[in-house]
């Protein structure tokens, strides 16, 4: 228990650190987009109102657009990647992605390709991840990049050896590890879902025993990207 508290704090402590860096790349992407498509003075802003980094962006300065172009910004901002369901601060709309639709299970198998060469290695009887498996971590980030929006599941596994409620929370605990360190390498925490099957679902014709089955596996748990539902249409203001 003490040890998933821990890594569960850690993985808060590490969303808190990446966040403000997640928000300024987004607010310059953004500022890129609005500029392509000569929205100034329009500005994004990726914090709530608690102040608080956000994926959900502001749109303030078009109050003196026809809408438009109110329009072409906001699907040009939505179409950021990495950017979830945006607003107008006058309130007149919610934006859909422009963005053409990407198959997610591609990031499945490109992340599948990676540890089947290879594998991501912990310290013996520990959720800490081995130093030598933080390059192929950063692998897995690239891989999973182009399909931001989808929802990605991690799934750590243990080989039989030890009691299974053990072997559980340690599955857990290793799963959550790795979520933590995706996160730190910029993949939205809210994307990402951990879990432990413990021994539970051993490698096809590998005996349960066998410390192969001791791994972390990748799927997808949405079959679609999630793009931002409208929840108004542009309008008088």
Request: charge should be negative; charged fraction near 25%; include cysteine.
């Amino acid at each position: 228990m003490a040890g998933a508290a821990a890594i569960a704090a850690l993985a808060a402590i590490a969303g808190q650190l990446n966040g403000p860096d997640m928000a300024e790349r987004l607010e310059v992407r953004a500022a890129e987009a609005i500029a392509e498509v000569g929205g100034a003075p329009v500005k994004a802003h990726f914090y709530s109102s608690r102040g608080l980094p956000s994926r959900h962006p502001l749109l303030t300065g078009g109050e003196g657009l026809d809408e438009g172009l109110r329009d072409r910004v906001a699907k040009a901002v939505a179409a950021v990647p990495g950017v979830g369901g945006l607003r107008w601060s006058d309130g007149t709309a919610l934006a859909e992605s422009a963005a053409p639709p990407v198959d997610p299970l591609h990031c499945e198998e490109d992340v599948a390709a990676l540890l089947n060469a290879r594998t991501i290695r912990f310290e013996e009887s520990s959720a800490r991840i081995d130093a030598a498996s933080q390059d192929l971590i950063g692998e897995v980030a690239a891989a999973l990049r182009p399909c931001l929006g989808s929802i990605i599941a991690i799934i750590g596994h243990t080989d039989s050896s030890g009691p299974e409620p053990g072997n559980l929370r340690l599955s857990r605990q290793r799963a959550e590890a790795v979520r933590a360190a995706l996160v730190r390498r910029g993949i939205p925490d809210d994307g990402l879902r951990a879990r432990g099957v413990g021994a539970s679902e051993p490698v096809p014709g590998l005996d349960p025993a066998d410390p192969a089955n001791r791994r972390i596996e990748f799927s997808v748990v949405a079959t679609m990207p999630i793009r931002p539902t409208p929840v108004d249409t542009p309008g008088p203001r």
